[in-house]
């Protein structure tokens, strides 16, 4: 069974510019969660999503933006970089959300580099 | 909040070593536990996992024990191998308290030399 899979790998952009990044899960999961991974903050939620809804959300900026659509897949959008949105962006999938054998599977990222 | 904590790296040790990272954990509710490990240039990997007290998770030779009376999960691994070398997060999920993404510690980069 394939695995996340997350595009592009590599992302360069400008201040100012926004950027979409793209998230498949693996067949059959249902919800898609994002996090942001940063050499000074660690690892920090942005949001899940399941069945298209948005069921919980990190503490970022409206900036920050998300969307899942009827086949599980799911995009994040980033509006007026900043350079601090420097980071390596991670996809995480699961069957359900949440009980008791609750486990995230990773894709590789998309390292986002603003300029 | 829900936090981790886990030991400062970076760790270095020698193949054949025994390893221990420590990690410890606050949480308002019973909280699944994870370890995820990270390869140079790669997403994350779930290495093992623990879903309430006394639940030993284990997987390719590591193993952690949920210890609700101290609140840790510490990863231990009897003989490390160079391609063991990776950064390992200690992670919880929180259903308990509502709060179901990963809450990760900061990470601890380990590095075994042959």
């Known amino acids: 069974k394939a695995g996340v899979t997350q595009t592009p790998r590599y992302l360069i952009k400008t201040r100012g510019q926004q950027v979409t990044l793209s998230c498949s899960p693996i067949s059959g999961h249902r919800s898609v969660s994002w996090y942001q991974q940063t050499p000074g903050q660690g690892l920090q939620f942005l949001f899940e999503?399941?069945?298209?809804?948005?069921?919980n959300k990190g503490n970022f900026p409206g900036r920050f933006s998300g969307r899942q659509f009827s086949n599980s897949r799911s995009e994040m959008n980033v509006s007026t970089l900043e350079l601090g949105d420097s980071a390596l962006y991670l996809c995480?999938?699961?069957?359900?959300?949440?009980?008791?054998?609750?486990?995230?599977?990773f894709g590789p990222g998309t390292r986002l580099t603003v300029t | 909040g829900d936090s981790v904590t886990q030991m400062e790296g970076p760790v270095t040790l020698s193949e054949e070593a025994f390893l221990t990272i420590n990690c410890t954990y606050t949480a308002t509710g019973y909280p699944s536990l994870f370890w995820y490990v990270q390869y140079p240039g790669e997403g994350l990997q779930l290495l093992l996992k623990a879903t309430k007290a006394d639940d030993k998770g284990s997987n390719k030779g590591f193993e952690a024990t949920y210890r609700k009376e101290t609140t840790s999960f510490h990863l231990e691994k009897g003989s490390v191998q160079v391609s063991d070398s990776a950064v390992y997060f200690c992670?919880?999920?929180?259903?308990?308290?509502?709060?179901?993404?990963?809450?990760f510690g900061k990470g601890t980069r380990l590095s075994v030399i042959a």
């Open positions: 992670a919880l999920s929180d259903e308990g308290s509502g709060n179901t993404p990963l809450v």
């Open positions: 999503y399941f069945s298209e809804t948005q069921r």
């Open positions: 995480a999938s699961s069957i359900k959300a949440g009980g008791p054998s609750y486990e995230q599977y």
